[in-house]
């Protein structure tokens, strides 16, 4: 059974900073992209940040320069480095992870943590 488990979300004031982690367990075949994802009440679900198993990465244009997102293959784990915090990006931040087996694809989501930002 895969399971993500996230963990750093919290209450931060505004220009702070927040680190957020994914630890993917359970996991058949590889681990392709892995990403972040967040929604705030009302709102779609959006891509945040996300980055591919070689390393490559992009990113929402609103947070360039502020998130940074990286992983560990070997703990199959994703983070996300959140500075300079805004009031605005307020929202359930979701892992989402790929995978790669027996010539097909899989998508799975974290439970999702909340982060705080007050101004």
């Known amino acids: 059974q895969v399971q993500l488990v996230e963990s750093g979300g919290g209450l931060v004031q505004a220009g702070g900073s927040l680190r957020l982690s994914c630890a993917a367990s359970g996991i058949i075949g590889s681990i392709n992209a892995m990403g972040w994802y967040r929604q705030a009440p009302g709102q779609q679900r959006d891509l945040v940040a996300r980055?591919?198993?070689?390393?490559?990465?992009n990113y929402a244009d609103s947070v360039k320069g502020r998130f940074t997102i990286s992983r560990d293959n070997a703990k199959s784990s994703v983070y996300l480095q959140m500075d300079s915090l805004k009031p605005e990006e307020t929202a359930v931040y979701y892992c989402?992870?790929?995978?790669?087996?027996?010539?097909?694809?899989?998508?799975?989501w974290g439970q999702g943590t909340q982060v705080t930002v007050s101004s």
């Open positions: 980055i591919t198993r070689g390393g490559s990465t």
């Open positions: 989402h992870v790929t995978t790669f087996s027996g010539f097909t694809n899989y998508a799975y």
